[in-house]
């Protein structure tokens, strides 16, 4: 069960000498908590050997909502974010920065990591993350030049970029435009003290152009149905980039729900960019040539045995254009999840053929996840 802790308040005057007024307002104070264990190993002739590690994430939410003086609704928040070490700066993140405005079906937000986005493997619903297995190690200099990277393409959105949308309610599903003039995570300064430029023309990660994303989620009219479809596109990431592509992805899934059985698909194709990031020389190249373009297909299978214990089995098949040779990485996923009511528990095995598309270099993870939120 989750536990909130709830503020409600009246704020009478004007906040902050800006001569804003608040009606009553609820303020909820959340959280998360999740701790796993990870073991991986390749097969490849040259390679770095078997590992083993344990995983960390914990988040606090902070949301506030309530209605404005002309009666529409508003609804705002940020969280907090911290994964892996537990001393410094290091992958601690701000995460959810909004604020919405809602009148009837239709919701205008501006900030990041809010917006409905494709950032799922529907096929790996009873697993632990995406259908890549990322960071079975180096197999060679090949992966080492991939960094650990499996060829199946991730969601491709945009959503966790600094921007501004629009949601409006169709049916049962909801059909979004998102728009952010700069591909950047990093955060910008305050308005008032400098805001940075990032203009799409510096040779950093940190800068980019701008990008635009149209999505749509909802069940089509169909009971048990789960669809989606996003398209996203953009300006070029890396000006040194010698694919010289615009990001783009098209990313559509469909899973269906009878009884205690949903069978799902999706297939994601992705052009200059890997789940959000830009592919160039010094993060793309695999197999001695440049990943232009990743194409995944997976499909699943979960079974609800109780209403504490659900199955799943997955499978996809990813592949690349950066060479003639590169070979079709396959993926499949046995996982299992139990739920001991505020604690929950999540294992998987996957085996990969051909891990990031290189001959000869399979290889094989374990994952186990326990969580909870408050």
Do not use: W
């Amino acid at each position: 069960m989750t536990n909130k802790l709830r503020l409600t308040t009246a704020i009478m005057g004007s906040l902050a000498g800006l001569g804003l007024s608040a009606a009553v307002a609820q303020t909820t104070v959340s959280g998360n908590a999740s701790f796993g264990f990870f073991a991986g190993s390749t097969d490849a002739t040259t390679k770095d050997g078997s590992f083993s590690s344990m995983t960390k994430e914990t988040q606090i939410n902070l949301a506030t909502k309530g209605k404005l003086n002309n009666g529409m609704n508003y609804a705002a928040g940020f969280s907090l974010e911290f994964d892996g070490p537990d001393s410094g700066s290091t992958d601690m993140y701000a995460e959810g920065n909004y604020i919405e405005i809602n009148s009837g079906d239709t919701t205008f937000m501006v900030g990041a990591d809010r917006m409905q986005n494709g950032d799922i493997h529907l096929s790996n619903a009873s697993g632990i993350g995406y259908i890549g297995q990322d960071g079975l190690g180096a197999g060679g200099t090949a992966i080492t030049v991939v960094g650990g990277r499996s060829i199946f393409p991730l969601h491709g959105s945009i959503y966790q970029f600094m921007g501004t949308g629009i949601t409006q309610k169709v049916g049962n599903g909801n059909l979004s435009v998102y728009y952010v003039p700069a591909q950047a995570t990093s955060a910008l300064n305050d308005i008032a003290n400098g805001a940075q430029a990032v203009d799409g023309k510096h040779t950093s990660a940190t800068s980019s152009g701008s990008a635009y994303e149209i999505g749509y989620r909802g069940d089509l009219g169909v009971k048990g149905l789960t669809a989606l479809a996003f398209y996203t596109s953009g300006d070029k990431r890396f000006e040194f980039n010698p694919l010289d592509k615009k990001p783009k992805t098209t990313n559509f899934g469909l899973a269906y729900n009878v009884g205690a059985v949903t069978v799902s698909a999706q297939q994601i194709k992705t052009e200059g960019v890997q789940g959000g990031y830009g592919i160039n020389a010094a993060s793309g190249a695999t197999n001695g040539g440049l990943a232009e373009e990743l194409k995944g297909q997976s499909v699943g299978i979960a079974y609800a045995a109780s209403k504490d214990l659900t199955l799943g089995l997955a499978y996809g098949k990813a592949d690349s254009n950066a060479a003639a040779s590169i070979n079709d990485e396959k993926t499949v996923i046995a996982s299992i999840g139990y739920s001991l009511g505020a604690v929950g528990i999540k294992a998987q095995y996957a085996d990969v053929d051909s891990y990031a598309g290189l001959n000869n270099n399979d290889g094989k993870s374990a994952k186990i996840l326990m969580f909870t939120s408050f």
